[in-house]
Nanobody, 122 residues
Framework: QMQLVESGGGLVQPGGSLRVSCAASGFTFSSYTMGWFRQAPGKEREFVAVMTRTDGSRYYADSVKGRFTISRDNGKNTVYLQMNSLKPDDTAVYYC???????????????WGQGTQVTVSS
């Protein structure tokens, strides 16, 4: 059974930091591009960050560039999102997902985790 399980979300003050994790199982993790997306209440799911399967290249949405860092540990079958300088607008459910090719489109990701809530509030 394929699984993606996010963890590490929570409540943080503006300007604070969190690292969320996504543990994968049931497939060859190193063969897939992994991405992070988020969805705020009443809004569409949006791209956050992606890391390629081949050379480990990274790409970020403009809204998080310079503040967030995606990384992966293929030995642990885990992808991470380090979030620094958090803003209230970052409040959302954060999802990890896999894709067969590099993409920033929701439609190109074929398997998703259940999400973890990140709330940024004073």
């Amino acid at each position: 059974q394929m699984q993606l399980v996010e963890s590490g979300g929570g409540l943080v003050q503006p300007g604070g930091s969190l690292r969320v994790s996504c543990a994968a199982s049931g497939f060859t993790f190193s063969s897939y591009t992994m991405g992070w997306f988020r969805q705020a209440p009443g809004k569409e799911r949006e791209f956050v960050a992606v890391m390629t399967r081949t050379d480990g290249s990274r790409y970020y949405a403009d809204s998080v560039k310079g503040r967030f860092t995606i990384s992966r540990d293929n030995g642990k079958n885990t992808v991470y999102l380090q979030m620094n300088s958090l803003k209230p607008d970052d409040t959302a459910v954060y999802y990890c997902a896999r894709a067969g090719t590099y993409s920033v489109r929701v439609e190109d990701y074929d398997y998703w985790g259940q999400g973890t809530q990140v709330t940024v509030s004073s």
